[in-house]
């Protein structure tokens, strides 16, 4: 795909010279609109002219003025969610614009690489399950709305993206998002309004893709300007930083949503000690950008694969790092993916189980922004380890009623002072709290290990259903 670099300014003087409104792709028929908030909608006209927005909930008119770019912004309030479809009209410089069916319920911006890309209809010879049953029953989903941004890279700032609002219906839904469609499906059964999501992915995209040049030239390693005058036949589109903010987020960027989706990770394995910082600035500068406060930001681990070496570290090392920004990003959380994923796709990085994924992210979504109590959303965790000779005793949190399966627990392993690993028998203690984890191979047991190689397939699950999240007791370098 040719990298375009075309100049933002450029593109909005060009708007402004049309003399009627326009208005980003982002606004149009069939768009959901943030409840009860000040829903941000802008476009461009004559400089100095005048535009009223006029919402057709309401008798209350909102006026701007366009700026010497051409560029009029409004900040319209919105009523309580409801499935009535509305019209929102915008007048002003001789012409107007009549969005329709337009609802009001929650929106969230969902992002990432390419499992975050991966349609309904699937990625080449790797089908999404269950999604011939999604497609064809999309209907019953009125309320569900998602925007695809247009997948494209530029260097500098754009000011538009196509990607308009489309109904859940079959001849719609084999195109959106697996990943955020699903989340949009579970949120809208279970709060009951209208949900819609704004899918803005590009598969392979580096977390460094996703964030402004000025903060791109605080990073030692990473050159914009030298990779300008990098030919796409060295360097691909989505292997570039910067240029998706540039192209896909930034015309986007204010558009008044409930929080973020983030799946991505893949493209930064092997950057595992950068990664946890470059993804909390990635989210302060997102937040601080669309100005709205601390904004959730849900992710997801990134999925068990080859990664050229199924018995590696490398990705679960980039797993480790996803856990450590959690505790860095304020109001985040991860969901955990080791468990969703079958035998036979150790060579597919897009595994098949988008629709857990989905209705994972809904979960957390619904207990930690909406306040549903007793929503399924804390994973069991690594707390605290006891060492003595060849037993090992592991302590977890969020365990309420114990593991399952029943009896031995699949997926430790356990090192001595070499620092080899092998495989370890593991039980459930009395009131389910601790692990205990022996070996034959091991006299005195240094460390313990769970699902911590590339692929791995997590067996480890609460009463509900949600895994054990991978983890090492040991800090050895890798």
């Known amino acids: 795909m040719r990298l375009h670099l075309f100049c933002g300014a450029i593109a909005l003087t060009a708007v402004a010279a049309e003399a009627e409104i326009v208005m980003p792709d982002i606004f149009s028929d069939n768009m959901v609109l943030q409840q009860q908030s000040d829903a941000r909608i802008w476009g461009w006209c004559t400089p100095g002219a005048s535009v009223v927005v006029n919402p057709g909930w309401s008798e209350v008119s909102y006026s701007a003025t366009a700026g010497k770019d051409g560029r009029w912004d409004v900040a319209v309030a919105t009523p309580e969610a409801s499935y009535t479809p509305w019209t929102v009209t915008v007048s002003g410089d001789a012409s107007e614009i009549r969005l329709e069916n337009v609802l009001v319920g929650e929106v969230w911006l969902c992002s990432g690489q390419s499992n975050m890309e991966m349609p309904l209809n699937g990625f080449w010879c790797q089908p999404v399950e269950n999604a011939g049953k999604a497609i064809a029953y999309a209907g019953r989903y009125p309320g569900v709305r998602v925007a695809t941004v247009e997948r494209k890279g530029e260097y500098e700032p754009q000011a538009r993206a196509a990607g308009k609002w489309l109904e859940s219906k079959p001849e719609n839904a084999g195109g959106f998002s697996a990943v955020a469609y699903f989340f949009a499906r579970s949120l809208n059964d279970i709060l009951g309004v209208p949900v819609g999501v704004i899918n803005c992915s590009l598969g392979g995209s580096r977390v460094e893709g996703w964030m402004p040049k000025w903060k791109l030239d605080e990073y030692p390693d990473c050159d914009v300007e030298k990779e300008k005058a990098t030919p796409d036949s060295v360097l691909h589109l989505w292997e570039r930083i910067n240029i998706m903010y540039n192209a896909m987020l930034n015309p986007i960027k204010g558009y008044t949503v409930k929080g973020f989706l983030w799946n991505q990770g893949e493209a930064n394995v092997g950057a595992h000690l950068q990664y946890p910082q470059r993804l909390a600035d990635m989210v302060k500068i997102w937040r601080d950008e669309w100005n709205q406060g601390q904004l959730p930001f849900y992710?997801?681990?990134?999925?068990?694969?080859?990664?050229?070496?199924?018995?590696?570290?490398?990705?679960?090392?980039?797993?480790?790092?996803?856990?450590?920004?959690?505790?860095?990003?304020?109001?985040?959380?991860?969901?955990?993916?080791?468990?969703?994923?079958?035998?036979?796709?150790?060579?597919?990085?897009?595994?098949?189980?988008?629709?857990?994924?989905?209705?994972?992210?809904?979960?957390?979504?619904?207990?930690?922004?909406?306040?549903?109590?007793?929503?399924?959303?804390?994973?069991?965790?690594?707390?605290?380890?006891?060492?003595?000779?060849?037993?090992?005793?592991?302590?977890?949190?969020?365990?309420?009623?114990?593991?399952?399966?029943?009896?031995?627990?699949?997926?430790?392993?356990?090192?001595?002072?070499?620092?080899?690993?092998?495989?370890?028998?593991?039980?459930?203690?009395?009131?389910?709290?601790?692990?205990?984890?022996?070996?034959?191979?091991?006299?005195?047991?240094?460390?313990?290990?769970?699902?911590?190689?590339?692929?791995?397939?997590?067996?480890?699950?609460?009463?509900?259903?949600?895994?054990?999240?991978?983890?090492r007791t040991d800090d050895w370098a890798e």
């Open 299 to 471: 992710y997801v681990e990134i999925p068990a694969w080859s990664y050229g070496n199924p018995d590696g570290s490398i990705a679960a090392l980039l797993r480790e790092a996803q856990h450590k920004a959690a505790d860095m990003i304020p109001n985040s959380g991860f969901v955990s993916t080791t468990d969703l994923i079958y035998p036979y796709e150790i060579d597919d990085i897009h595994g098949s189980k988008k629709e857990e994924i989905g209705e994972r992210l809904a979960f957390m979504a619904s207990g930690r922004t909406y306040g549903v109590r007793g929503m399924p959303d804390g994973y069991p965790c690594y707390k605290s380890v006891e060492l003595s000779g060849n037993r090992a005793v592991i302590h977890l949190d969020n365990i309420t009623n114990g593991l399952t399966p029943n009896g031995e627990l699949e997926g430790f392993e356990v090192a001595g002072a070499d620092r080899k690993f092998y495989p370890a028998k593991a039980r459930e203690l009395r009131y389910c709290r601790a692990i205990e984890v022996s070996s034959d191979d091991v006299a005195d047991i240094k460390a313990v290990r769970y699902c911590f190689r590339n692929f791995s397939i997590g067996r480890v699950h609460n009463l509900v259903g949600l895994p054990l999240v991978p983890f």
